[in-house]
């Protein structure tokens, strides 16, 4: 494990300029009743945008979000300074609708003058999504993400709660492997690496990384391993996205997010590969594309897009900085500004409102009940 030093000393947080260029302008208009904007970071993680922003724009106030209860620690510590500006919770990102409801109900309860006492809550004016894995859990040996050494076949983004890696390689089935293996990690062998796994736990569950890296060895082809980088790294990919259910929560979140923001707010997401990239530009795509069925003469209000794309395509960091951070290099970066009110997205959504609740031998395992939800302030509570 390595040592736990302080988060700001071992993370360079990705675009994290131009990140801070795209919501500044929303955080800096003027609010009604002198209210101060919300900056809502959905990942955390070791705060270094969110640093970045509570500087940029000194009215903002954060509600920062983690699933990971190390993040939420290392991050207090690093916003310290910042005071009553923060509020962070442990949670996940597609639970932003309670956060918000919850967060803001604190708040009314100090001040009662708070839109949210009146029962209408106010929306929020810049939320940021930086997908992925974090270099605080790839420094961690022991929570199983790094392929690179054995560890413990973990890979849970909060361990307090759900199924393992190992639970996932010992109990689902070849098909449900092989699916895994191929969507999430696209890899070409997927089919022949759940076949081994299945034949292999037979002798004995597995447990740490060494034993699947070294089955991966067999399993995929010299040739393929000569140009396909280390065997492990599909398989990983993979595993990390399935017991962490992060499509799902994403696809749950990104609707909900622009559910929370205020016209004039901005959503921004920084996704790490392609099957992110797609969910969240096909979500974004849809609500800045007007909805009049063809031949009507006059878009109807309700018609009218409600999102405007403030990045042209998926912007991608530049090559100076990918020479500094080699884990920049797949992000790619999509902001749309909320343009007019709409119904709630969240329940419109194609798959309901449900919750993301793979891997799918756990159903309600992965989700961080609101009753274990942990807000935390960097301030005592009552002297904001
Ligand atoms: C790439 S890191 C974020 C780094 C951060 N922007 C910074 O500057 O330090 C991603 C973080 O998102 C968290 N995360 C991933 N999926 C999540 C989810 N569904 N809900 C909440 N947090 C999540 C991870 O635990 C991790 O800490």
Redesign the pocket.
Known sequence: MTERTG?AGR?V??L?DRIVELLAPALSRPLPDGERPVYV????????????VLTACPEARLVG????TE?IRL?AERLAPFGDRVTLVH?????IGEVLADVLADRAADRPDDRAAAGATPGVQAI??????????LDELDRGFAYRVDAPLDMR??ATTGPTAADVLNTYDAAELTRVLRTYGEERFAARIAKAVVRERERAPFTTSARLVELLRDAIPAASQRTGGHPGKRTFQALRIEV???LA??EV?VPAAVDALAVGGRLAV?S?HSLEDRLVKQALAAGATSTAPPGLPVELPEHRPFLRLVTRGGEEPTEAEVAENSRAASARLRVAERTRPSGPLAERHPAGPRR?DRPHRAPSANRTPAASRRTSSTHPKGTR
């Not at 970071?41 to 970045?52: F, I, R, S, V």
């Not at 949670?91 to 639970?95: G, I, L, Q, S």
């Not at 940021?128 to 270099?135: A, E, I, K, N, Q």
């Open positions: 988060a993370h947080p990705v994290r970071d959905g990942t955390l993680g070791m705060g270094g945008h969110a640093e970045a979000i983690d699933r990971d993040a991050a949670a996940r990102y597609d639970e940021l999504l930086d997908l992925g894995v974090s270099s605080l859990q983004m909060d962490n259910a992060e929560s994403l979140a920084l790490y993301p």
